[in-house]
């Protein structure tokens, strides 16, 4: 494959510090990508700490076993070549349930995903239009805009890309594809820059919505993210901590929310100018979770302006609790 791998990490120190991990800890990055955050993870646990690194992209996985080979021969990194929705299974079987200290999440694409044509994830490179992280499993965006019903990419673009023209788009799909088959990411982008049309000049290409809407549901990504969400109570140990990046709303949202109702009783979520009620007092007495507060933590302007696409990231913090650190 192309040779050069080139992601820059986001919130970087932000995220492994918010981990609060200890020399010796056990750690789960379940988007290892190119390493960076994985990196400072390992620093953290040294040399009696444990770090298992999922990273579905076969692409991906090569690149950090070049980078981190003697942690790997050492047997402080364990890479994991399954979606981290497969993280309670994996735990389990290594008997690791309840015992990590850090899992963190960095969700999304990676920058040579996206920057590499012939994964076919960009309507600005040409490429067979692929969009699978793991491309050996599951269906390909080609086989879902040629194959799939009306109804199911109207849907699709709707719910995952909030695209208002989805309507004009499915029905110029509709009948592109009854004369032949949309192969590739500039066919697919031209075709919709033919028949949708926006008022504002400024707008960004008028494919965006459609591939973001695509890319989500071929790696099933909102699907992904619950599974790791639900996974937390069976994962953390007392004191561990998850830290979750996303960069879109409706991920971001799906964390806030899960992290909320994990948190019920947190006194963050009491009215603080009026006194405690028997009830607030004894559901704060009896929570299992707290939100690191001032989360979400977006990136620096400075980071912004040096990384672009650090642009959306939110950073939110949920930490389990023992009996020990109860405040
Ligand atoms: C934004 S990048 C992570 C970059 C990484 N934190 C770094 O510092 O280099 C996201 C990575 O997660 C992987 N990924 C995304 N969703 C995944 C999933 N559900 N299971 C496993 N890996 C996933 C992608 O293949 C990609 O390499």
């Known amino acids: 494959m192309a040779p050069e791998f080139k992601h820059i990490s986001v919130l970087r120190d932000e995220l492994v510090q918010s981990l609060h991990l200890q ?11 190119g390493g960076g955050h ?6 953290a646990v040294g040399p009696q700490g444990k770090v298992l690194a999922f990273d579905r992209d076969p692409w991906a996985r090569e690149v ?55 994964r076919g994830f960009s309507f600005a490179k040409d490429g067979p239009l692929d969009m699978r992280m793991d491309p050996t499993r599951g269906v390909s965006a080609a086989e879902v805009v040629n194959t799939f019903p009306e109804a199911e990419l109207l849907r699709i673009f709707r719910e995952f890309g909030e695209e208002p023209k989805a309507h004009f788009i499915v029905k110029a799909i509709a009948h592109r594809r009854a004369q032949s088959p949309i192969s590739t990411t500039f066919e697919l982008s031209e075709l919709i820059a033919a028949n949708v049309h926006y ?83 004894a559901k704060l007495e009896n929570r299992q979770y707290r939100i690191i507060k001032p989360f979400p933590l977006v990136p620096s302007d400075q980071e912004q302006e040096s990384n672009p696409r650090s642009r959306s990231a939110k950073l939110r913090v949920i930490e389990r609790l023992s009996k020990e650190t109860e405040t």
């Open 64 to 118: 950090l076993t070049q980078r981190f080979q003697k942690e790997l021969d050492q047997g402080i990194l364990e890479l994991i070549p399954e979606p981290y929705s497969q993280l309670e299974n994996v735990l389990s079987q290594k008997q690791l349930l309840g015992k990590i200290s850090g899992v963190c999440a960095d969700i999304g694409v990676s920058s040579p995903q996206i920057d590499h044509g012939e």
């Open 199 to 281: 008022k504002e000049r400024s707008r960004k290409n008028p494919a965006t919505k459609v591939f973001q809407a695509l890319r989500i549901f071929v790696n099933d990504e909102l699907g992904e993210l619950e599974a790791l969400l639900k996974a937390i109570p069976a994962v953390l140990a007392p004191q561990g901590r998850c830290s979750i990046i996303t960069f879109h709303s409706l991920e971001d949202r799906m964390v806030k929310l899960n992290f909320k109702a994990l948190s019920e009783g947190d006194s963050h979520q009491f009215d603080r100018r009026l006194p405690l009620t028997a009830q607030q007092l």
């Open 38 to 43: 994985t990196e400072l993870i390992l620093q």
């Open 23 to 33: 020399a010796g800890s056990i750690a789960v990055d379940c988007t290892a990508g």
